[in-house]
Structures are given as structure tokens and as C-alpha cells.
């Protein structure tokens, strides 16, 4: 039937192509010449008929013979090429470009083979024959980067920009910029950076350009072309000298994808613009003492004193450089200067906390008290006087002070706690429950009042009770991740999934509702995925400590070496300050000098495991 549709409709390509599919290997070669008798300017035809040959000098016959009948056909060209050594390939593009001159392919192609100075030829009259292609002008920048000559990268861009506009072609910004992060990729950073250099400005409204330049840099390094977003920092610093906004993203970018010197080089520079924001100061210092260079760290904060001169984060800065590094007396005169000159609520905390954690507690006490009195609304100081006097072992002195800090501050939620814990710990249910009531009227809806509310009950094993508690907290705080965390855990097992799909819906992005369902996930040893909750927890919120701490664990107990390694190290990068359990350990006085590492390995070891 298939021939004699051949025989019907010879000049039909697409039934030859049927007919050829449908003979047997003997009759295929057959049936393909017939058909190229009849349509000798098939390409499709000419290619089957060339799979059809199984030895490379046939395929280059048959090739040979197609060209002859289409010398024009790029595909068959392109055929011809692949079947030939680079020397033999070399002589054949030269061939090819002469009969298909608007092919970037091939001349792109003939480009690759030739000699640096030949290349250069053979791209100009590429550019002769097809004045509206960038990818012939990216290749030249590429060709002479190559080959050391960066003079010309730029002025190769520069040239392919203004040719394309004047043969009215449209230059596309995205286009362009898609080119430099593949120039990337091929190791071309000096092209990739002169054509976002370049283009960057191009079609650009100038109230628009400092958000539409962020947001390219952040979509180079969403495509992990990281040379690209540093040329377009670059490129707005030079137009925005003073931007404190740019120069904060271009240090973050530069501390999580650069080295220590791109990062110290870039703040060196910041600080000579924008010589008044403390945190580029904070971080080049951080920098230079992480990398063990103490002297210069101190030089970097002496600079910002002069520049900032009552700054309260430079002073605590320098406090804790000298602390870190076992001089302790000259953060004490650091903060006494500190106290004089930029005296606030946090100096005198640290200062309070530096004598404590030296083991001067009679000069701690002195400090807070007097501290309190010129800052009565401070929180923190009537915490600290409290946990001195427990410290000391004055529990009618605690109480006392809290009973007072509780009427100053209200507000402080972690002040009514300290007070219900005290008195739980003294075995005053009746007055830790009435202390939680009242801070709960001073501040309604407070997730981590109602949460102390249900402990309480779980400790003292009202079970029913706790339920109740918790079932009002959810009313009253139906989207606090902390309630929901702690309420998936108060289910039975099987009850656990439903509760925790339900704490999902409330709050789908809460991480203390991610990490108890990494928590519940491991609790029933599915360790794959509750590997892949414990890297969502961390991902959302890097700050929490807890996060971490419950991930090295689990990595400890599931994970080889490289995956604790791999958690351990992503944790230190992040530097958690908060969590309920991380802040436990890390406030002990007797841990202040603990790194993160420490904590965590500390955490590792001492924290339940889900059950």
C-alpha cells in the first residue's frame, strides 16, 4: 500500500519518509534513492538517507551528493562537518560559509578551528554578512579574552551595542544579560562583566534604575553568576556612591559567595563613601578578627569611633573584640569610657555582665542596681538583678525584684515568665498560674504566656487541664507556630499527622511548625524526610537556634559524617542567636565564652531525642 502511495504521490516528502520506515533494512536504501530521483532538494530526505549508511565514508558520499543538489542547506553542512577530522572540518566550513554567509552556526563554527588571527577575520566578515546577530560580536569579546587582549573585551561590546542599533535591531537587556551569565559559565568573566557593564543602563528609567539593577543582580545570583552580580554592584555603587543600601547587598553578596579579601576590599571602600553606617564598620572589623587579625580589627573600630563617635554598637563592638580575645581590662575600661560618653540601657547590661561573668558579683550587683535607677523601664536590668540575687541564693530578694520589674515593664512578656518559674520552681502552682494570668491581662494574646500556661499543667500532670489551656491559647493565638509546634506533640501518635496538617494550614511558613513536624517525621523514622524538613526549618529562619541543634542531632544518630559536617558547618556560617533550648545553654554564664560550635555539639548530646 505504501508504494503504491509513493507511486501516487511521488513529490509527497513525508510518504517517502513513511515508505522508508516501513521497508525492511534490505529494501530502505532502495526506496530513499527513488525517492530522491523524484524531490532531489529534500533535505529530510538526504539525512535519512545518510542514517541509512552504516560506514563513516559512505555517510560522507551521500552527504557530498546532497550538497551538490542543495549547496545551501545548513543541516547538511553541518552533517558533512561532524564526519571529518578538525583540519579536514576547517576546510570545509570555509566552504560552507561562502555558500550559507548568513549562518552564525557555521561561521561561529570555522571561528572555533582557526588561529587567533585568522578567528579575527573570519568574525569580521561574519560581521559583514550578518550585521544583526550579538552572538558573532559576544564571540570576538570572547576570541581576543581568549587570548589576553582585555583592552578590546569593552570596546568590542561597546561596538556590537552601537552596530545593532544602527541596523535597527532591538537590544534586548534580558537577552544581553543571559549572554553574560553563559559567558560565565564558559569561564569568559571579562566579557560577561563588560557586557552587563554595558547594557546595564540600557532602556533604563533613571528612577527605576537602582531597583531594576538590584533585581538583576539578585537574578544573576539566583543563576549562580556570581562575576555578573558583582559587575552590576559595581555599576550602581559608581552611579550611587552613598547608597547605604547597595553597599549592604553587595557586602552580604560578597560574605555568602565571595572571598575574605573581595569582602574586606568592597567595605574598605564603603566606609570611604558611607563613613556614618556603623554596620559597614561592624562587619569589615568582624571580618579582620575572624581571620585572626586582631590589631587590624581594632584599627578598622578605631576609624569607626572617630567617624561615629558615640555609637553604641561600635562601642559593644570593640567590648567584645577585647572580651574575645582574653582582655578583660581593657573591656572594662572600654566600657567605662562607654558608660560616660554613649551611656545607654545595653552598655550597662554588658558591663553588668562582663563583671558577673568575671566572677565580680558584689561589683555585678553594685552596677545593676545602679544601673536600674537611671534606666527603670529597661527589662533586661531587672532580669539580671533577679538571676544575681538567685545567683547569690536570695529567693525573697528574686521574687521581690521581679514582683517590682513586672509593675515597671509590663510589657516584658519574659519577665511574667521568669516570675511563674520562680515560683513553680518553689513549688507555688497556685501563684505561678495567677502570675501568668495577670501577665496575660497585661498582654493579651501572648503565645509564649499561654505556652507556659499549658506547661505548667503537663509538669504538674493536669493532662485535661493542659488540653483546655492549650485549646483557648490556639482560640486566642490561631496563628502562633510556637502553640502549634507544642500542641502537635500533646497528640497520641496516630493523631500527630492530622494535627500537624492542620498547624501546616494556620501557619504553612512558622519554623517552630516545621521543625515539630521534622521533629514528629523522625519520631516515626521516615529519616529521609525528616531530613528534607529539618533543611526547609533551617532555610526559613536560619536564625533559630534550636533548628540546628535538633538537625545535628538527628545527623548524628541517621547521617554519615559528611552530612554532620555539612550541618555543623552551615550552622556556624549562620551564627542562631534564638530558640528556647539554644538560648538556655548560650545565656549560662558559665558558657559566655562558647562559640557556636560548642553550643551545638553541647545541644547535640543533651537534648531528647522525638519520641
Known amino acids: 500500500m505504501i508504494l ?87 576546510l570545509l566550513l570555509g566552504r560552507a560559509t561562502e555558500c550559507c554567509p548568513t549562518s552564525t552556526e557555521l561561521w561561529l563554527a570555522l571561528a572555533r578551528l582557526e588561529t587567533y588571527d585568522n578567528a579575527r577575520k573570519v568574525l569580521n566578515k561574519a560581521r559583514e554578512n550578518i550585521p544583526t546577530d550579538r552572538q558573532v560580536w559576544v564571540t570576538a569579546a570572547q576570541l581576543e579574552e581568549a587570548n589576553s587582549n582585555m583592552p578590546m573585551v569593552q570596546k568590542i561590546v561597546e561596538r556590537a551595542v552601537t552596530s545593532l542599533t544602527s541596523n535597527m535591531v532591538e537590544v534586548n537587556r534580558d537577552h544581553w544579560i543571559e549572554d553574560a551569565e553563559k559567558c560565565e559559565k564558559a569561564g569568559s568573566i571579562a566579557t560577561a562583566q563588560a557586557i552587563v557593564r554595558t547594557i546595564i543602563g540600557h532602556n533604563v528609567e533613571e528612577e527605576d534604575r537602582k531597583h531594576t539593577w538590584m533585581e538583576d543582580a539578585e537574578s544573576c545570583i539566583a543563576h549562580t553568576a556570581y562575576d555578573c552580580a558583582r559587575a552590576v554592584f559595581a555599576h550602581a555603587l559608581s552611579i550611587y556612591p552613598s547608597k547605604k543600601s547597595i553597599w549592604l547587598r553587595a557586602a552580604h553578596f560578597e560574605k555568602s559567595h565571595g572571598t575574605r579579601e573581595s569582602l574586606e576590599t568592597l567595605l574598605q571602600k564603603a566606609v570611604t563613601y558611607c563613613p556614618k553606617v556603623e554596620v559597614l564598620w561592624l562587619m569589615g572589623a568582624k571580618s579582620k578578627w575572624l581571620a585572626g587579625d586582631v590589631p587590624a580589627a581594632r584599627s578598622i573600630l578605631a576609624l569607626a569611633f572617630q567617624a561615629n563617635p558615640n555609637s553604641e554598637d561600635i562601642w559593644l563592638a570593640a567590648v567584645k573584640l577585647e572580651s574575645e580575645n582574653n582582655e578583660d581590662e581593657r573591656a572594662r575600661r572600654l566600657l567605662q569610657k562607654a558608660r560616660e560618653q554613649a551611656g545607654t540601657a545595653r552598655v550597662w547590661m ?6 558577673w561573668v568575671l566572677g565580680n558579683i558584689a561589683g555585678a550587683v553594685q552596677m545593676v542596681t545602679k544601673s536600674i535607677g537611671l534606666y527603670p523601664d529597661a527589662p533586661k536590668l531587672w532580669m539580671m538583678q533577679a538571676q544575681l540575687d538567685l545567683s547569690l541564693g536570695n529567693i525573697e530578694k528574686a521574687r521581690e525584684h521581679y514582683s517590682l520589674a513586672v509593675k515597671k515593664c509590663y510589657g516584658s ?53 493542659a488540653k483546655t489551656n492549650m485549646a483557648k491559647a490556639l482560640q486566642d493565638c490561631p496563628n502562633s507556630g510556637v502553640l502549634w509546634a507544642h500542641a502537635i506533640f500533646m497528640e497520641s501518635r496516630k493523631q500527630r499527622k492530622t494535627k500537624s496538617v492542620d498547624a501546616l494550614k494556620s501557619c504553612e511558613h512558622d519554623p517552630h511548625v516545621l ?49 554532620q559536617q555539612a550541618v555543623l558547618k552551615k550552622a556556624v556560617a549562620a551564627e542562631p542567636h534564638h530558640g528556647e533550648e539554644w538560648c538556655t545553654v548560650s545565656k549560662k554564664i558559665a558558657n559566655w565564652r562558647k562559640k557556636t560550635e560548642d553550643i551545638l555539639r553541647v545541644l547535640g548530646s543533651s537534648l531528647p531525642e522525638p519520641l
Open 350 to 355: 554588658k558591663s553588668v555582665k562582663l563583671e
Open 4 to 90: 503504491q502511495g509513493t507511486e501516487s504521490c511521488p513529490k509527497v516528502e513525508d510518504v517517502w519518509m513513511e515508505a522508508i520506515r516501513l521497508m525492511t533494512p534490505e529494501q530502505k536504501k532502495a526506496i530513499a534513492a527513488n525517492g530522491l530521483r523524484q524531490l532531489p532538494n529534500s533535505v529530510k530526505l538526504w539525512v535519512k538517507a545518510t542514517d541509512l549508511e552504516d560506514e563513516k565514508a559512505a555517510k560522507r558520499r551521500v552527504l557530498k551528493k546532497a550538497l551538490e543538489q542543495i549547496p545551501n542547506s545548513v543541516r547538511l553542512w553541518k552533517l558533512l562537518v561532524e564526519q571529518h577530522d578538525p583540519e579536514d572540518a576547517r
Open 413 to 465: 512578656v519574659p519577665l511574667w515568665l521568669q516570675l511563674s518559674n520562680l515560683e513553680e520552681q518553689c513549688g507555688n502552682l497556685t501563684k505561678a498560674r495567677s502570675v501568668l494570668e495577670r501577665g496575660l491581662l497585661r498582654n493579651p494574646r501572648s503565645p509564649d504566656l499561654w505556652l507556659q500556661s499549658v506547661r505548667i499543667e503537663e509538669r504538674s500532670g493536669n493532662a485535661s487541664v
Open 515 to 563: 521543625l515539630a513536624v521534622a521533629k514528629m517525621m523522625w519520631a516515626e523514622r521516615f529519616t529521609s524526610k525528616a531530613r528534607d524538613w529539618f533543611g526547609r526549618t533551617v532555610k526559613i529562619d536560619p536564625d533559630l537556634g534550636d533548628a540546628w541543634a535538633y538537625y545535628y542531632k538527628f545527623e548524628m544518630k541517621h547521617g554519615t559524617e559528611d552530612q
